[in-house]
């Protein structure tokens, strides 16, 4: 099993910066593919970032230049900094990890296991 809990949520003014963080525990070397996805009231989940093993990312159109998925090995966790914040870009955002080989690590794939979330709002 394994174990992801996210921090670093809140509430900014648009043009802002967050940074998300993800601690994962447990086995964790199930996590070899880890990203974020998000979700807003009344919309869809929306794929955000995917890192395999530290390396190789992707990104959904809607935040390429703005958001950076980064991974620290050593202390089995995942970031996502979030510059130039819109107000669309406000949803709970989960922390999420598989372990599938890279051509399966894409943002909108569904991952085995994900954390409870935590709420970004943007506003204008």
């Known amino acids: 099993q394994v174990q992801l809990v996210e921090s670093g949520g809140g509430s900014v003014q648009a043009g802002g910066s967050l940074r998300l963080s993800c601690a994962a525990s447990g086995s964790t070397y199930r996590t070899a593919c880890m990203g974020w996805f998000r979700q807003a009231p009344g919309k869809e989940r929306e794929g955000v970032a995917t890192i395999y093993d530290g390396g190789t990312t992707f990104y959904v159109d809607s935040v390429k230049g703005r958001f950076t998925i980064s991974k620290d090995n050593a202390k089995n966790t995942l970031y996502l900094q979030m510059n130039s914040l819109k107000p669309e870009d406000s949803a709970m955002y989960y922390c999420?990890?598989?372990?599938?080989?890279?051509?399966?690590?894409?943002?909108?794939?569904?991952?085995?296991?994900r954390g409870q979330g935590t709420q970004v709002t943007v506003s204008s």
């Open positions: 999420a990890a598989d372990l599938v080989t890279p051509a399966f690590c894409y943002p909108d794939m569904n991952f085995q296991y």
